[in-house]
């Protein structure tokens, strides 16, 4: 796992560019703090260019191992290693999961957005957190009597 980013106030950024730039080297990027908005985090562009193109190769790499004959078993049985809360999802859904994450690791790449991937990291860690939990798996897969009729869609302002 990489060390936490050195963390600046934005407003450094604004009153002092060249220095707060200048403490860039030697380091892989800072994390612009902010208020009232998401933090933003400041590298080089030449360092963003090198951590997209491991991403990609990453992607396609493992896009290129799943389908070899066997390969999504392999992926299947070392993602545990790598990501420990996958040991909490039940076998068949870590053979989902793991050809999931390939497929979205490869197709993110494509679009240069690992924004899917992280979406997608986030679901099956809540759904391994569901399983690890037997009160909660038992409420949430427990039969309900009746139906509650339809859900109505967020935003329709109710």
């Not at 050195?6 to 220095?19: G, K, W, Y």
């Not at 590298?43 to 991403?55: N, T, W």
């Not at 790499?61 to 999504?72: H, T, Y």
């Not at 099956?124 to 009729?149: C, K, M, N």
Request: charged residues 30%.
């Amino acid at each position: 796992m990489s060390s936490p980013l050195e963390e600046v106030p934005f407003t450094e950024l604004i009153q002092q560019p060249v220095r707060t730039t200048g403490r860039l080297a030697g380091r892989r990027a800072l994390k612009l703090r902010r208020r009232d908005a998401f933090d933003l985090v400041l590298m080089s562009a030449e360092r963003a260019d090198q951590e997209g193109e491991v991403v990609d190769l990453t992607a396609r790499l493992l896009a290129a191992v799943i389908r070899e004959k066997g390969g999504a078993e392999v992926v299947a049985r070392v993602l545990p290693d790598v990501l420990h809360w996958v040991r909490f999802l039940p076998d068949d859904d870590k053979s989902e999961f793991a050809a999931e994450f390939v497929d979205t690791a490869e197709a993110a790449a494509s679009i240069n957005n690992v924004a899917p991937i992280s979406v997608l990291l986030t679901q099956w860690r809540h759904t391994a957190e569901v399983y690890a939990d037997p009160e909660l798996l038992a409420i949430l897969t427990r039969p309900l009597d009746g139906d509650f009729g339809p859900v109505p869609r967020p935003g329709d302002g109710e």
